[in-house]
């Protein structure tokens, strides 16, 4: 059995107490061993304490006591990273989860949120004034850890990336300093902050610039597993030269209890395409015509809706509690041998909740200079998510074994750098997944920022 780690020592402890005015939750507590957990239930970890922090001032104050009395930390916005970056054995844990705060200025179109905000919290604050960003697939998504790793959602070829509409962040150093990191304040921990990964400071509220989308023509087209190869090929023909206000994805799964699908199919293997038209809505049907007329439809749900209704239809299928273990694989263009191997993978998951996500980049992402951020996939056209997952913790060891092989399979003629967001925890390091160079650059940020090291590795 596992033994809870050693709270802080007296005096750090009378230290939080006397100067945070968050929660502090400490090994034995059973609000500890709650707040501890995990969106990923395979990750078991037990940091010393836990500080639930209040503002900015709680966590300058935290930061100043760790650094004090020796404690690493990390840092937890939602909580939402596969790999559970966020959270450490015997670290003081950062957690962000009471600063959920937004602020919509309509007038210059820019959202104030703070660091623990989730997806939800933007798109619902966002859409009262009609306007959006570019955020998670699902809405439980933390702003934070989404943000850091670069943000790629359905607006993002029409918009940018998360990161591209980043305008500013607040952040607390790893010495207690608070300062403002934009294109004219820090500009080189700015760099870092747009996909690094983290860990070069605490960020306690991000900028970030709003879009006019109301409504989009959104929606899912099902079709019978046997079908992946030849939708596979016709997404990849169609997304090289879609407009930039398409957005799509094919996810391969065992069909969902989806209200408008026929129960008969539930269960069943299927290849489902997943699409968002964000432009001008008498358009949407002549442009999606290709991708929800290939092959032989089970059923197409696609049609107008409001673009915050749209971000939240995925959480169903993300819920906290899950074991995950994910890889991941991008290409410039997705090459036969890989459609075909996928289309192999999708008639035989490693388990009923595992799903394989294919999705295209390019648009406004390819569009910004691999220099001016810290994101090292703006070539990529196209990214295969391997997503293992199980309710059941005794199935955990097989499909991992299972979802490393396939990805053996696929990786020849991928690119050699991965997406922060989807890499889980044997991937290493953030940095060392972004390319020498960029990780070259990342230290010497972090030799700067944080030399005495007080944030623990990501």
Not at 259 to 286: H, K, M, N, Q
Request: some cysteine; overall charge negative.
């Amino acid at each position: 059995m596992t033994r809870d780690p050693s709270p802080p020592q007296p005096e750090a402890l009378k230290a939080l107490q006397s100067h945070v005015r968050g929660e502090i939750l400490l090994p034995g507590d059973v609000s500890y061993a709650i707040g501890r957990r995990c969106w990923n239930a395979s990750i078991d970890r037990r940091p010393a304490g836990i500080v639930r922090c209040k503002d900015a001032e709680d966590v300058t104050q935290t930061l100043r006591i760790a650094t004090e009395y020796g404690f690493p930390v990390t840092v937890r916005g939602g909580g939402h990273n596969v790999a559970g970056r966020g959270i450490a054995d015997e670290t003081l844990l950062i957690d962000l989860s009471r600063m959920r705060g937004v602020s919509v200025h309509g007038d210059s179109s820019v959202a104030e949120v703070q660091g623990g905000a989730l997806w939800h919290d933007v798109d619902v604050a966002a859409a009262r004034c009609g306007l959006a960003t570019t955020g998670g697939l699902v809405s439980s998504t933390g702003v934070g850890g989404f943000t850091l790793g670069g943000g790629a959602g359905w607006l993002m070829r029409r918009f940018g990336l998360a990161i591209d509409n980043l305008r500013a962040a607040s952040v607390v150093l790893a010495d207690g300093r608070f300062v403002r990191a934009s294109t004219d304040e820090h500009p080189d921990l700015f760099w870092g902050l747009r996909g690094g990964g983290g860990g070069l400071g605490v960020v306690t509220g991000f900028e970030f610039a709003l879009h006019p989308v109301r409504q989009v023509y959104a929606g899912v087209v099902v079709r019978r597993a046997e079908e992946t190869a030849l939708l596979l090929r016709t997404f990849r023909d169609f997304t090289a030269e879609a407009p930039d206000a398409f957005c799509g994805l094919v996810a391969l799964m065992h069909a969902p209890t989806l209200p408008f699908l026929d129960a008969a199919w539930y269960g069943r293997p299927v290849a489902i395409t997943a699409l968002c038209w964000s432009g001008d809505l008498a358009l949407a049907e002549d442009v999606l015509a290709p991708l929800r007329r290939v092959g032989s439809p089970i059923v197409d749900h696609v049609g107008p809706m409001p673009y915050v209704q749209w971000q939240h239809l995925q959480d169903v299928g993300a819920p906290s509690g899950r074991h995950h273990y994910w890889k991941t694989a991008s290409y410039r263009s997705l090459p036969d041998a890989t459609i075909e191997t996928l289309a192999d993978a999708a008639l035989s998951l490693p388990t009923a909740l595992t799903e394989i996500h294919v999705q295209h980049l390019g648009g406004a992402v390819a569009r910004v200079s691999v220099e001016e951020t810290a994101f090292a996939q703006r070539d990529a056209g196209t990214f295969v998510n391997l997503i293992g997952a199980t309710q059941w913790p005794e199935e955990f060891s097989l499909m991992r074994e299972r979802v490393r092989a396939l990805h053996e399979h696929i990786a020849a003629g991928s690119l050699p750098r991965s997406f922060p967001n989807f890499t889980d925890r044997d991937d290493g390091r953030v940095a060392d997944q972004l390319g020498p160079g960029t990780a070259e650059r990342l230290q010497a940020l972090r030799r700067r920022y944080d030399p005495a090291g007080r944030f623990a590795p990501t």
